[in-house]
């Protein structure tokens, strides 16, 4: 069963525009979640993260959204640029468990 | 700067054959997984090690054994390979606890 779940499977933006990318988790013992950005043909980097205790984690152009009580979080990615295409995946680990991904949303930004 | 490195980048095999894909970390990490992407399921979970000698089931163990004979490598075992592991198999290193990973650039094996 995915412990992590992740939507839209695919998303498309203009230019300028803000994407929002979407993920839940089950497991209550997740307690860090980073978010990766993979291209094509490379392996997954990360991007951005949050830990629990926070609501909240902005870097640049990136933000993460995080609603403990109905575990769930979002990616706003602002002003989006044709070089943010890529796939996006949110992770979830913490109390000695592995970390788990979500199915991944791609993200195509148009000019 | 982080590297972990996986041999070979391709690999086909035959269905019966036994594939051995490795993993190289030079991070002094700790921790080490094996993923595999597909399309519609992600990365997922196939075996993890804590350090050297240790090994621990995934997700998806069934089909694949793990090796962690050193601190800087980690191997995935197929010893019976069949078509259904044809997949992108993915390496990380990361230290224990709320820390990053660093991912390999992975490895395309088809298995016909």
């Known amino acids: 069963q995915q412990q992590v779940r992740q939507s839209p499977q695919s998303l498309t933006v203009w230019e300028g525009e803000t994407a929002i990318l979407n993920c839940s988790y089950e497991?209550?013992?997740?307690?860090?979640f980073p978010w990766y950005q993979q291209f094509p043909g490379e392996g997954p980097a990360l991007l951005i993260s949050i830990l629990s205790v926070s609501d909240k984690k902005e870097d640049g152009r990136f933000t993460i959204f995080f609603n403990k009580r109905e575990k769930k979080l979002s990616l706003h990615i602002a002003d989006s640029q044709p070089g943010d295409s890529a796939t996006y995946f949110c992770?979830?680990?913490?109390?000695?468990?592995?970390?788990?991904f979500g199915a991944g949303t791609k993200l195509s930004v148009k000019p | 700067e982080a590297a972990v490195t996986q041999s070979p980048r391709n690999k086909v095999a035959v269905t019966g054959g036994k594939v051995t894909l490795s993993c190289n970390q030079t991070n002094n990490h700790n921790n080490m997984y094996w993923y595999r992407q597909d399309t519609g399921h992600g990365l997922r979970l196939i075996h993890y090690?804590?350090?050297?000698?240790?090994?621990e089931k995934g997700d998806i163990p069934d089909g694949y054994k793990a090796s962690r004979p050193s601190q800087e490598n980690f191997s995935l075992i197929l010893e019976l390979a069949t078509p259904s592991q044809t997949s992108v198999y993915f390496c990380?290193?990361?230290?224990?606890?709320?820390?990053?990973?660093?991912f390999g650039p992975g490895t395309r094996l088809t298995v016909l």
């Open positions: 090690s804590y350090g050297a000698g240790s090994t």
């Open positions: 990380a290193s990361g230290p224990p606890g709320p820390y990053e990973q660093y």
């Open positions: 992770a979830a680990s913490g109390n000695n468990n592995a970390p788990r």
């Open positions: 497991n209550s013992a997740f307690d860090y």
